[in-house]
């Protein structure tokens, strides 16, 4: 069974910065395209930011673009999330996710497993 943790979430300012993590584990849990995506309160899931197997091409929303960053290291199944110039509107709950395949998609129904998310809240 692959399983994915997050960390790293916490408060922040705006502003502020944070780093989130997803540890990956169990069989089969690389090499696949990973993601991330959120959800704030009464609102829909939505991408964040995506990456293929080899974490060498990446894609992020435009809402995020130039203040995320999204890496992934192969080695230790190790997903992050750089997160910088924090808003509010970025506040919301982080989840990881794993693909189906190598390739990066922005498309939730493309991520078959998912983690239990990390809240993220930035107020001042």
């Known amino acids: 069974q692959v399983q994915l943790v997050e960390s790293g979430g916490g408060f922040a300012q705006p502003g502020g910065s944070l780093r989130l993590s997803c540890a990956a584990s169990?069989?089969?849990?690389?090499?696949?395209?990973m993601g991330w995506f959120r959800q704030a309160p009464g609102r829909e899931r939505e991408f964040v930011a995506a990456?293929?197997?080899?974490?060498?091409?990446?894609i992020v929303a435009d809402s995020v673009q130039g203040r995320f960053t999204i890496s992934f290291d192969v080695a230790k199944k190790t997903l992050y999330l750089q997160m910088n110039n924090l808003r509010a509107e970025d506040t919301a709950l982080y989840y990881c996710?794993?693909?189906?395949?190598?390739?990066?998609?922005?498309?939730?129904?493309?991520?078959?497993?998912w983690g239990q998310g990390t809240q993220v809240t930035v107020s001042s």
């Open positions: 169990g069989p089969n849990s690389s090499p696949y395209a």
């Open positions: 990456c293929d197997w080899s974490g060498r091409s990446t």
């Open positions: 996710a794993r693909g189906y395949g190598g390739g990066h998609s922005r498309l939730i129904d493309q991520y078959p497993y």
